[in-house]
């Protein structure tokens, strides 16, 4: 089997336990053609030569009898392969239930080839129940890369053609062979989808529309019709069916894994590339002849190792077990076996021996800069959660010249290296090259049919364009993984998008949006420090101070936060700065001014240096020192505009023209609050433009920058009056009929806006503006 030497040394290992006296079950899942019965047969192979009796069934054509099996009386261990399982009826489900919780002997080994998007429902919960039991692994069979499909492929192809091919197939070996086997060229009509479809592929294609009402199956002809890919209000004209009909069934397309989302609102692609063709000839000319006639011509074209999913220390021992059964341990194999166990600690969140394995498997790649590439940008993933900033810079600097060169076939064998690479190069302050890294690694993913990468791609990229005050972008990037997470059905996914999403949601000011996004993620696994302390923020920037805070230390682990990673602390620390001056405890925020400078001490990093010089400026202001407060605030400004933070740059600037506008320097504090209100505006955080903007208008109105009823909101500045009168929050929210929290939120906002640190400060910045 070409392309899949690491899945066959899983599975020999499986084999070697099961011999051992262990039972269990593996199950390979993959679309149709991609090799999940050519691995079972290397399945059955390996475990006859270990003295296995092997029964071999295909449920569908062989029925259940496979099922039945004893083992036999020599004592002998047994294997069961049963392939198509998922054409499995209820009382084979029942079977397969029963037998994985209740194997027939000590030395059992089940065997099954599935299409998950194909099987009854009781027979998933069946399989998932075995594989959180620690009874059964998962290996998913994904395209081979282009060298490896290069290999299956008649070497006496002309190049173009051989390239041709490559796209057509989308990776997938039985497409290969039998495109390669008639040499099939693309017709010459104008839609590109006549006929030359290998007769083997219509057929297999036919096969999976069997399953499909009729309805589905014209809907499909009529996207063949469209394009590729395609926008689904046209597929729906074209098919002649109501949208909202046309969705129900492009459901049942998608949730079949024939058509996939894109990264673009309504638009789909077809699995493969030569399916759209195969669907235009399955369904005879005359059929989508029809459908292109629908079409308006006005209207444009649209435009782990192996999949494996156990995890944590079960993912760990499995893959150790396979890599001692390597022969060569300079081998290939070898090195990709290192890479997955590192990949495994990383995502256990075992910093040091993720670290540990990605240098085990650099020391091992020899020349091969793929395989250089992909454990030097593991090793930058690693060090950068572990928050070793100049061990990531190397490590990031090593994997962006050994990647950066080589060509996008050879990068589709590790599309998740250049997605460390992009996630490290974020922790260490490096927008632009982590969004060229990030926007390759998404665009090989789909183009690949790696679907399962994309929503983690789309989320570091939205974390490296807020970054650089491209909210919008960011939205769309968030918005996409978020999407593309529930297609995927992985929960960890998921809580990464929404956290992602939820973090631009912050920065541009969508306070009732990021309040969703935290309670769409509740009860996820996988929460980590940081998003626990993202939630926090949330209830922090909405003025719930004390709670806010509160959660933000739990988050944290306690007041030096030793849960976050330490590159990531001066941040923190600002931010619970800024709520304690809110709150009226200056010495309180003096102590976490203090820790951010700790924080950002000796890591080199600009930006971080930037947040903590702003908790610093904050404290001096509270204490009136606006002078030195300004100074400061405008050094954080230069800090983090040279880092590439627009947004938090201008947050520094509103900062200064606070300060400034307190000492009296007017045309200062104009200058830095207008050039902050610009950069906001442009970027598109409308709660700090919002900010800037106002204090602004009061400066220009005659003020210093804080006069109340030039800056505040009127609820806020009604509340504020009330404040000077000497009413508590619950006199106030009695009297006005809000709810306590309420009248919180726009005392904090009004604390915010005119930068002061007491109810005591804001009532005399009331009374003297009125």
């Known amino acids: 089997m070409v392309g899949r030497e690491v899945e066959q040394a899983f599975a020999d290992v499986v084999v ?45 054509r062989d029925g259940p009898a496979p099922y039945f099996a004893a083992p036999s009386a020599s004592g002998a261990p047994l294997l069961v392969v049963v392939d198509d399982v998922h054409r499995a009826d209820p009382a084979a489900v029942e079977l397969v239930d029963r037998m994985l919780r209740h194997p027939p002997g000590d030395r059992v080994l089940f065997g099954m080839g599935l299409r998950p998007q194909y099987a009854p429902r009781g027979l998933l919960r069946a399989l998932r129940a075995a594989e959180r039991a620690g009874t059964l692994s998962t290996v998913e069979l994904g395209p081979l890369p282009a060298d490896q499909a290069d290999a299956l492929l008649d070497g006496r192809l002309p190049d173009p053609e051989r390239a041709r091919i490559r796209e057509e197939s989308g990776g997938n070996p039985f497409y290969l062979h039998e495109l390669a086997r008639s040499a099939a060229a693309p017709s010459d009509g104008p839609d590109g989808a006549g006929p030359g479809v290998p007769s083997g592929i219509v057929a297999s294609l036919r096969e999976e529309l069997g399953a499909l009402p009729a309805s589905a199956t014209r809907l499909l002809s009529a996207a063949a019709a469209v394009g590729d890919p395609f926008e689904i209000g046209r597929a729906a004209a074209a098919a002649a069916l109501p949208e909202g009909e046309a969705l129900d069934l492009l459901d049942e397309l998608c949730s079949r894994d024939l058509v996939r989302a894109t990264g673009v609102p309504r638009c789909f692609t077809f699995r493969r590339p030569v399916l759209r063709r195969a669907a235009y000839r399955s369904t005879g000319p005359g059929r989508c002849a ?66 540990s394995w990605a240098s085990r498997a650099r020391g091992a790649t020899g020349t091969d800069p793929i395989l250089q590439g992909a454990a030097a940008a593991l090793l930058a993933g690693a060090a950068g959660r572990a928050g070793s900033v100049a061990e990531t810079g190397a490590a990031a600097d090593e994997a962006a010249a050994l990647l950066d060169p080589l060509p996008d076939d050879v990068l589709t064998t590790q599309i998740d290296a250049l997605l460390l690479l992009g996630w490290s190069e974020t922790t260490i302050e490096r927008p632009d090259p982590a969004c060229v890294h990030l926007r390759r690694a998404i665009a090989l993913a789909e183009q690949t049919g790696q679907v399962h990468l994309l929503p983690e791609a789309r989320s570091a990229l939205a974390v490296a364009l807020t970054w650089t005050g491209a909210l919008a972008e960011a939205a769309r990037s968030g918005d996409a993984a978020i999407a593309g997470s529930r297609s995927t059905g992985a929960p960890e996914s998921r809580l990464r998008a929404l956290w992602s999403r939820c973090a631009t949601a912050i920065v541009a000011g969508d306070l009732p949006g990021a309040a969703r996004l935290c309670r769409r993620a509740r009860g996820l696994p996988g929460t980590t420090a940081e998003i626990a ?238």
């Open 16 to 60: 070697a336990e099961v011999a051992a006296g262990s039972s269990h079950a593996l199950v390979v899942c993959g679309e149709p053609g991609i090799g999940k019965t050519l691995l079972l047969e290397h399945l059955a192979g390996s475990a006859e030569a270990a003295g296995f009796l092997v029964v071999v069934g295909r449920v569908g």
């Open 533 to 770: 302390a993202t939630t926090a923020e949330v209830r922090l920037v909405a003025g719930d101070h004390d709670a806010g805070l509160a959660a933000l230390r739990e988050a944290g682990g306690g007041a030096e936060l030793p849960r976050i990673a330490r590159s990531r602390r001066p941040y923190w620390f600002a931010l619970l700065t800024e709520a304690e001056i809110r709150s009226g405890r200056r010495a309180d925020a003096t102590v976490w001014a203090e820790r951010a400078e700790e924080a950002a001490a000796g890591l080199g990093l600009a930006g971080r240096t930037g947040w903590a010089l702003r908790a610093a400026a904050a404290v001096r202001n509270a204490h009136r020192e606006h002078a030195r407060a300004a100074c400061l605030a405008l050094r954080s400004a230069e800090l983090l505009d040279g880092a590439g933070n627009p947004v938090e740059a201008a947050r520094s600037r509103t900062l200064a023209g606070i300060a400034l506008g307190a000492a009296g320097q007017r045309s200062r504090a104009t200058a830095e609050l207008g050039e902050a209100a610009d950069v906001l505006a442009r970027c598109g955080a409308a709660g700090l433009g919002a900010q800037a903007t106002a204090l602004l208008r009061g400066i220009r109105s005659g003020g210093n920058g804080s006069t109340a009823r030039d800056v505040l909101s009127p609820r806020e500045h009604q509340i504020a009056l009330m404040v000077a009168t000497g009413r508590t929050n619950r006199e106030i929210a009695e009297e006005l009929m809000l709810s306590v929290k309420t009248v919180e939120t726009h005392l904090g906002r009004a604390f915010g806006k005119l930068g002061v640190p007491t109810r005591a400060a804001l009532a005399a910045q009331v009374r003297a503006g009125t």
């Open 290 to 355: 029809d459908a292109r006639a629908r079409i308006s011509p006005a209207e444009p074209e649209s435009a782990g190792v192996g999949g494996h999913t156990c995890q944590g220390p079960e993912a760990v021992r499995l893959l150790t077990a396979a890599l001692d059964a390597v022969p060569d341990t300079d081998s290939a194999t070898a090195t990709l076996l290192r890479l997955a166990i590192g990949t495994a600690h990383l995502r256990a969140a075992d910093h040091e021996q993720a670290r």
